[in-house]
């Protein structure tokens, strides 16, 4: 099985674009970078060599402003959802307005996450292809609301595949996955597989209780010294458990 800590760390991961095939483990050598990038969210509270076995099956970019990696280990498919970009760096890039402005802000305030539909067809031709593999799905901020989009989709292509939904202070649903009647099923899709989801949350957090609808079970934790602030990953990292030596560590195995 794949940890709840496997998954928020797969979540902070996506926000890097590093290249499919590339195995985590050995990132620092192959792409530092990226590593050094990663290394400095995790302050120590995590470490790359926990995702030893796993790689970047494939990435997917879209008009809008998706961000979707995927990661495979053991005929394991996670589906991480990237969050906004960086508000800080709106000026040197586009990103920002798709995500803030569209993603973000049309989506609350209409319901309606302009990234979805992409999202969707992205899991369904994954799927299709792989009919093998496990289906995970994960996703911090704005990439909880994707994650919920994505999820609902994986579910309608086979349920049984789709084994863990989890949420790091995410955006959830505002007026369900859009105003559209037709989607009301994927909706029902998701309540219908609570027991699948789990939606955690730092006490403070200025997301999570923007939106009216969040889905199985809702788990909220104290924000950690040393975290950039409530919505930061950094507190997860400290709360989920390491495994060491175990098989049920899911990402990790002996670091």
Same mark, same amino acid.
């Given at each position: ?13 996506? =926000? ?19 590593? +050094? ?9 995590? @470490?790359?060599?926990?995702? /030893?076995? #796993?790689?970047?099956? !494939? ?15 053991? $005929? %394991? ?19 920002? #307005? /798709? ?8 989506? #609350?305030? &209409? ?12 899991? !369904?031709?994954?799927?299709? %292809?792989? &009919? ?15 994650? =919920? +989009? ?18 790091? +202070? $995410? ?5 369900? @996955?859009?105003? $559209? ?14 027991? /699948?989801? /789990?939606? =955690? ?42 495994? !060491? +030596? ?10």
């Amino acid at each position: 099985d794949i940890s709840d800590r496997d998954l928020a760390i797969l979540a902070q991961i996506c =926000y890097e674009d590093i290249p499919s095939g590339t195995r985590l483990d050995t990132l620092s050598s192959t792409y530092p970078s990226y590593a +050094n990038s990663i290394t400095s969210a995790f302050k120590e509270a995590a @470490i790359l060599e926990e995702m /030893k076995g #796993w790689k970047v099956f !494939k990435t997917h970019y879209s008009k809008g402003g998706l961000q979707i990696a995927v990661f495979e280990k053991d $005929g %394991q498919l996670v589906f991480a959802c990237r969050g906004s970009e960086d508000k800080d760096v709106w000026y040197k890039s586009a990103e920002f #307005w /798709k995500d803030w402005i569209v993603a973000d802000g049309l989506g #609350w305030l &209409t319901g309606f996450n302009a990234q979805a539909p992409a999202a969707k067809s992205f899991v !369904k031709k994954v799927m299709n %292809q792989y &009919t093998s593999y496990d289906v995970f799905v994960t996703g911090h901020s704005l990439g909880g609301n994707v994650a =919920y +989009n994505l999820a609902s989709k994986a579910l309608d292509v086979d349920s049984g595949r789709v084994k863990k939904i989890n949420t790091y +202070n $995410g955006l959830g649903l505002l007026f369900g @996955i859009t105003l $559209g009647l037709t989607d009301v099923v994927d909706e029902y899709r998701l309540v219908n597989n609570a027991e /699948k989801i /789990k939606d =955690y949350h730092i006490e403070g957090d200025p997301v999570f209780p923007l939106s009216i609808f969040h889905y199985g079970e809702h788990i909220k934790l104290s924000m950690c010294e040393g975290a950039y602030g409530a919505h930061d990953l950094y507190s997860f990292f400290v709360h989920l458990p390491r495994y !060491k +030596n175990s098989s049920n560590a899911g990402g990790g195995g002996s670091w």
